[in-house]
């Protein structure tokens, strides 16, 4: 079993900041990608973030330059730092992983439950 715990949703202003965290647990061998999706009511999930293992990451246009992706590889945790905060970035957020469970095993995507970020005066 794999399990993906997210934490670090609220309520905050417009302009402050929050930050999210997941955390990859169970029987895992590796991770090749971590990340970060949302869902508005009304509107469909969308990526927001991600990492490879490699390093690189991927940000959607409308977040650019506000928030940031990180991991912690030895802790196969993943965090987004959001600031400059708009009411428009309220959503669900989802923490997405493709985990290897075994050596030679395919990747399978694993989902959070999710955390509600809510952006409003």
């Known amino acids: 079993q794999v399990q993906l715990v997210e934490s670090g949703g609220g309520l905050v202003q417009p302009g402050g900041s929050l930050r999210l965290s997941c955390a990859a647990s169970g029987s895992i061998f590796s991770i090749n990608a971590m990340g970060w999706y949302r869902q508005a009511p009304g509107k469909q999930r969308e990526l927001v973030a991600a990492?490879?293992?490699?390093?690189?990451?991927n940000y959607a246009d409308s977040v650019k330059g506000r928030f940031t992706i990180s991991r912690d590889n030895a802790k196969n945790t993943v965090y987004l730092q959001m600031n400059s905060l708009k009411p428009e970035d309220t959503a669900v957020y989802y923490c997405n992983a493709l985990i290897q469970r075994i050596r030679w095993g395919v990747p399978i995507d694993y989902w959070g439950q999710g955390t509600q970020v809510t952006v409003s005066s």
């Open positions: 990492s490879t293992s490699g390093g690189s990451t």
